[in-house]
């Protein structure tokens, strides 16, 4: 059983930054493929970045694309997702996922889910 656990979120301005952390039971995302999603109040979830089981490919939706970046720390188990010029429509709880197959942008591919962690982005 994997086990995933967010944190990093907070309220901020537009154009700031902040970097989510996901930590992983053992070492979850080496026979994992990771993902960062994120639901909008109101809307579905979506695909915002992911990882892919060897670490050394990355995935971006276009929305975040030059402006957010997913690593991994393997010594901590954890993954990250630093997210630069944040916008408004940033606002969403930030969920990370792992994937026992390979990487995904559909959450429907993926088997473990953390609880989530919030972020609001006021203008």
């Known amino acids: 059983q994997v086990q995933l656990r967010e944190s990093g979120g907070g309220l901020l301005q537009a154009g700031g930054s902040l970097r989510l952390s996901c930590t992983t039971s053992g070492r979850a995302f080496k026979s994992n493929a990771m993902g960062w999603f994120r639901q909008p109040p109101g809307k579905e979830r979506e695909f915002v970045a992911g990882l892919s089981r060897s670490g050394n490919n990355t995935y971006y939706a276009d929305s975040v694309k030059g402006r957010f970046t997913i690593s991994r720390d393997s010594a901590l188990n954890t993954v990250y997702l630093q997210m630069n010029g944040l916008k408004p429509d940033a606002t969403a709880t930030y969920y990370c996922?792992?994937?026992?197959?390979?990487?995904?942008?559909?959450?429907?591919?993926?088997?473990?889910w953390g609880q989530g962690t919030q972020v609001a982005v006021s203008s």
């Open positions: 996922a792992a994937s026992k197959t390979y990487f995904s942008s559909s959450s429907k591919d993926y088997d473990y």
